[in-house]
């Protein structure tokens, strides 16, 4: 540990999200002196106002084709109702545990609290604005996170984002989702299943870019069963509003009424006025901490892990790159983050799971790629009487043999691609996909018992 007679801390951590917190209970462990300052909440994006949030209202939306797909099995359901308030009241409960929890782990941990905004002075020093006093620190660690965007046009104060969704006094009748992102699909769903007539926006030919096109396909085909007006190659020029209704107008001239707009079109860094730049540590384009595969930034004494770094905006990333930070800096062990396999679940409806390389950034990488998929109706959907396809998708190097991307869409896709995630990590190969016995009768069976490769139709010219 340093001199603590120089320094009032070996670290101090700016922002008790998912990283900073993994980063600061566990370079306490190793005896550090740690404090951690927060100015909202500790716990962060994800416990707050991400992905635990909206994981409980996805819940709450699959109850209206729960009720409707029991008919199927023999059950009567009466009269239902759903009641928003109940819902926000019973999430916001959860948050608080959690919040509590996050809390006395930190103290059981012997990291020190500050519960005010913090910015970086220097090298060595961070300001604590809210008590309007500085406190020195061996090394300073960034995880402040990322906000979300908002363009600039005019109108755009009557739009929310998802973090004000969260605390909506009145469900709307009426939604407009703007993006084509994680959060815009799953707040379509989210909306769309409690009752809400939705519509999705997208300035792009099709939604969820960077994944394999087969899910991007299935999944604007299965939405807009469900009900949402998608519209691609379509955004917002303006936001009026008359009366108790937003006019939006789109970019090719129609006007659409809508009781609530909501952004989804990403997230930028928390960099602002954090006195970064002032210090010497470089920034990218978006705000991001520019890094090194240590987590370090340009100033040896300056490190950032999570969404503020931009490159992997996912809690796991971050809490992976936050303990790596700790145990490389305090464990004296050499940890570097992963970055290229990440497996990640998107829970729009339906859900979707993904690990590796889509078939185009195979095509790109391997000489031959070899292709086996499959979409039909999962077995609780023959007496639901839904609709809904489950897809499942292999991409493998056709000389290695080697399973370089699953992707899957349908029911539980989240947590089938855990457990996958780890076959793809490990490099496993389509022949020990093969061996592995099949679970019957499941939907993950289709897995191991793909045979046929998938030949990509041949298109004649004209005579």
Same mark, same amino acid.
């Given at each position: ?41 500790? %716990?962060? *994006? ?6 635990? /949030? ?27 109702? #759903? ?16 919040? %509590? ?23 060595? *020093? ?31 104060? +009557?739009?929310?984002?998802? !973090? ?27 909306? !769309? ?11 792009? /030919? ?18 807009? &069963?469900?009900? @949402? ?23 090719? %001239? ?13 997230? !930028? ?10 210090? =010497? ?22 490190? $950032? ?7 992997? !905006?996912?809690?796991?990333?971050? @809490?992976?790159?936050? +303990? ?14 992963? +970055?290229? @396999? ?7 409806? /339906? ?8 078939? $185009?950034?195979?095509? &790109? ?7 086996? &998929? ?30 370089? =991307? ?5 029911? %539980?896709? =989240? ?17 020990? #996909? ?5 679970? +019957? /009768? ?22």
């Amino acid at each position: 540990m340093s001199d603590t007679t120089k320094y009032d801390y070996d670290l101090f951590v700016i922002g008790a999200g998912s990283g900073g917190v993994r980063a600061a209970r566990i370079a306490a462990s190793y005896g550090a002196k740690v404090a951690v300052a927060e100015e909202y909440r500790v %716990g962060g *994006t994800c416990v707050i106002r991400g992905c635990v /949030p909206k994981k409980l209202f996805v819940y709450a939306s699959h109850f209206s084709d729960d009720f409707e797909d029991a008919a199927g099995f023999g059950w009567t359901v009466g009269e239902t109702k #759903f009641d928003w308030k109940t819902l926000v009241a019973n999430k916001d409960k959860e948050i608080d545990r959690l919040n %509590g929890i996050y809390i006395r782990n930190l103290e059981k941990a012997g990291v020190e609290i500050v519960e005010c905004r913090a910015t970086v002075k220097d090298a060595h *020093t961070v300001h604590l604005v809210g008590q309007d006093r500085d406190v020195t620190a061996e090394r300073i660690l960034i995880a402040v996170g990322a906000a979300p965007f908002l363009p600039d046009i005019p109108g755009i104060d +009557h739009a929310i984002t998802s !973090n004000e969704a969260f605390h909506l006094e009145e469900l709307p009748k009426r939604v407009v989702v703007v993006g084509g992102g994680y959060i815009a699909v799953e707040f379509a769903g989210i909306f !769309n299943g409690l009752g809400v007539e939705t519509m999705q926006l997208y300035r792009g /030919p099709l939604f969820m870019r960077g994944f394999d096109d087969d899910l991007r396909d299935l999944l604007s085909e299965e939405m807009t &069963k469900k009900g @949402i007006d998608l519209r691609m190659n379509s955004d917002i020029v303006s936001i009026e509003k008359e009366g108790g209704e937003l006019h939006l107008k789109l970019t090719d %001239g129609d006007v659409i009424r809508t009781d609530c707009v909501m952004y989804a079109t990403g997230r !930028n860094p928390n960099t602002k006025g954090l006195g970064l730049e002032e210090t =010497g540590v470089k920034l990218g384009p978006a705000g991001e901490v520019v890094v090194d595969d240590y987590s370090k930034s340009t100033v040896d004494s300056i490190y $950032a892990v999570g969404d503020v770094t931009d490159r992997a !905006n996912l809690t796991p990333v971050a @809490i992976r790159e936050g +303990h790596a930070f700790a145990d490389t800096v305090y464990g004296g062990k050499d940890v570097k983050v992963d +970055h290229s @396999i990440i497996p990640t679940a998107i829970f729009s409806q /339906p859900e979707m799971g993904t690990v590796g390389l889509t078939e $185009a950034q195979a095509r &790109k990488q391997c000489e031959e790629v070899d292709v086996y &998929k499959t979409a039909f109706r999962a077995l609780k959907n023959t007496l639901s009487g839904s609709h809904e396809r489950t897809f499942m998708k292999l991409v493998v190097d056709a000389k290695s043999d080697k399973v370089l =991307g699953v992707h899957i869409m349908g029911s %539980g896709a =989240g947590e089938l691609i855990q457990a996958i995630g780890i076959l793809v990590t490990l490099g496993a190969t389509k022949a020990q #996909f093969d061996m592995t016995i099949a679970v +019957h /009768p499941t939907a993950a069976e289709e897995l191991v018992t793909l045979k046929e490769k998938w030949q990509a139709p041949v298109i004649k010219a004209a005579d």
